[in-house]
């Protein structure tokens, strides 16, 4: 029998603390993958999906595997070698995208920016006059900051937009189709408030009909995961892989959940939990990471003070408080904290919390 672990607050990048719907649906009774109840509920979870995405894209799907898997998904069914794919990195997960793409087999030009800056999307038109795919991360969890795909979907011209959703879907508005958004890729662990296992995506027919016809991968296979989820040209569904049946009821639940509440709504709580961090941060003499005017509500990064030591700090949370924060990335690892307020953590009693805890946290390791 496995010992019963303490309640966590998962304030950290991810993953948050799911809804308790999304919960609850876990417990349920498992169905049969080709049972029709579960098919009804793979549609329902795709419609779901198309709502978050904003998109009409008949292929949006879930896909079985975690974010990671749909950026090699983006990649792998969009590149052959020597396709030339401009990457804009400004932060961990768009180098991430750049290590995927050249192992696909790419030309990979990055256009590198200040990690705690948005992308600029002149400088990445400038980067090549003829690329493949454009890619870039939306809202980058590890520096915070936002960055404009609408911009980047005006400037792609004849490229495939790839966009890395993963932390702005459900917490945020990602119009797919608005902005120009070819494919785009997302996990259930953040602001949708799920536990981790599962990566919202989607393709435009557009980049479906250029994609790569045999592609390394056959798990990732655009084409032939058509059948899995869409019922393929035929209408009838095909076996491809065994469904991840309880981690789909549980995305059903948490999509449900949602749109129950109303996205507007949504992106609302997570805006003004966000702000009141972020503004009480700075009220406790703190100095935000993130460039001002881009910074992410559901992902708030913080520069540790002087002084104090980050991961001390990080431990007595956990252990005085159960409040799970996260350290930075790479360089920042021991002088950036990220702070996320994703999903159900994004309302005030959650800013409260932290708040206080952070204080005490800081004024007993300092
Ligand atoms: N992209 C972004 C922006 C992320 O934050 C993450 C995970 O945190 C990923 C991609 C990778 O997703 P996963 O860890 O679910 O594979």
């Known amino acids: 029998m496995q010992q019963l672990v303490p309640t966590r607050h998962l304030f950290g990048p991810g993953p948050c603390n799911p809804y308790p ?15 029709p109840e579960f098919i009804a509920r793979m549609d329902r979870t795709c419609d779901g999906l198309r709502t978050l995405w904003g998109t009409a894209n008949a292929r949006t799907l879930p896909l079985s595997a975690t974010g ?3 950026m090699e998904a983006a990649f792998v069914n969009t590149i052959t070698p020597g396709d030339v794919a401009i990457i804009a990195v400004n ?40 690329p493949k795919v454009i890619a ?17 979907g005006a400037i792609k011209d004849d490229a495939l937009l790839i966009a890395d959703a993963v932390t702005s879907i459900g917490g945020m508005p990602v119009l797919a189709d608005e902005w120009g958004i070819d494919i785009g890729y997302a996990g ?11 990566a919202p995506f989607t393709i435009s027919d557009r980049a479906f009909e250029q994609r790569v016809q045999k592609p390394q991968s056959w798990y990732l296979d655009l084409g032939l995961l058509g059948g899995y989820t869409t019922g393929g040209s035929g ?10 049946v309880g981690m789909v009821a549980s995305l059903e639940a948490g999509i449900d959940r949602i749109l129950a509440e109303g996205l507007d709504a949504v992106t609302e709580r997570h805006r003004a939990a966000g702000t009141a961090l972020q503004e009480g941060l700075q009220e406790m003499g703190l100095e935000l990471f993130a460039a001002e005017g881009h910074r992410l509500p559901q992902l708030t990064t913080v520069k540790v003070p002087d002084g104090v030591d980050s991961a001390a700090v990080r431990k007595y949370l956990l252990e005085r408080y ?19 307020l994703m999903g159900p953590n994004a309302n005030q ?5 932290i708040l206080a805890a952070l204080k005490d946290a800081i004024a007993v390791n300092s």
Not at 236 to 242: F, K, P
Not at 349 to 353: I, N, T
Request: proline share 4%; hydrophobic share 40%; net charge negative.
């Open 136 to 152: 870039a991360v939306h809202a980058e969890t590890s520096t915070g900051v936002l960055s404009d795909m609408a911009a980047l």
């Open 21 to 35: 719907e999304a919960t609850a649906a876990l417990g349920l009774p498992l169905l049969g993958h080709l049972d």
């Open 188 to 198: 259930t662990q953040k602001c949708i408030g799920v536990a981790p296992g599962l």
């Open 91 to 130: 932060g961990l997960f768009g180098e991430r995208m750049c290590e995927v793409a050249s192992r696909v087999g790419a030309e990979v030009v990055r256009v590198d920016h200040e990690y705690g800056t948005p992308v600029d999307a002149e400088r990445v038109a400038a980067a090549h006059p003829n």
């Open 235 to 244: 209408g009838q569904r095909t076996y491809h892989h065994t469904a991840p």
């Open 349 to 353: 009693d959650s800013v409260a919390l």
């Open 68 to 70: 990671s898997a749909g």
């Open 322 to 340: 159960t409040i799970e924060i996260g350290g930075g990335v790479g360089q920042y690892a021991s002088t950036v904290w990220r702070i996320g």
